[in-house]
C-alpha cells in the first residue's frame, strides 16, 4: 500500500478482476431484469438503434480488438493473459472514444462564398 504510482497501478489492477469477476456472471441477470416487463417492439428498437449506431460500433470493435491484442501480446512477452486482456481493451475503449469524440467530430470550416 502506499500513494506510489505503482501502488496505484497494482489496486487498478486488482480492482479490474474484482469487477470483472463479478460482473460477469451478473450482467445476464441485470439484462433480463431490466427488459422484464417491456414489449417486444421497445427492445426491438433498441437493440436496432444500437446496432445500426457508427460510434457505438467503433468502440465495441476497437475494445474487441484491443483485448485480444493485449492477450496475444501478453502470451508471447510470457505476462498474464488476464492483465493484458484488461489493458488492451481499456486502450482499445479510449482509442475509440479520443477518435470518435475528438479526431472526427473537429468542425469543419465553411469555405467563404465568394460573390462575382
Do not use: C
Not at 426491438?44 to 444500437?50: E, K, N
Not at 492477450?71 to 505476462?79: L, P, T
Not at 473537429?106 to 462564398?113: D, G
Amino acid at each position: 500500500k502506499g500513494r506510489s504510482l505503482a501502488s496505484a497501478v497494482q489496486y487498478s489492477i486488482k480492482g479490474g478482476k474484482i469487477g470483472a469477476g463479478i460482473m460477469v456472471p451478473l450482467a445476464p441477470v441485470m439484462t433480463e431484469f431490466f427488459i422484464r416487463g417491456n414489449e417486444f417492439d421497445r427492445i426491438y428498437d433498441r437493440a436496432f438503434r444500437i446496432r445500426h449506431h457508427e460510434t457505438q460500433l467503433r468502440a465495441d470493435r476497437w475494445a474487441t480488438y484491443g483485448g485480444v491484442s493485449g492477450v496475444a501480446v501478453s502470451g508471447i512477452r510470457g505476462g498474464s493473459l488476464l492483465i493484458g486482456g484488461m489493458s488492451g481493451f481499456l486502450l482499445g475503449s479510449v482509442s475509440a472514444a479520443i477518435y470518435s469524440n475528438l479526431i472526427l467530430k473537429k468542425p469543419k470550416v465553411k469555405a467563404k462564398r465568394r460573390d462575382k
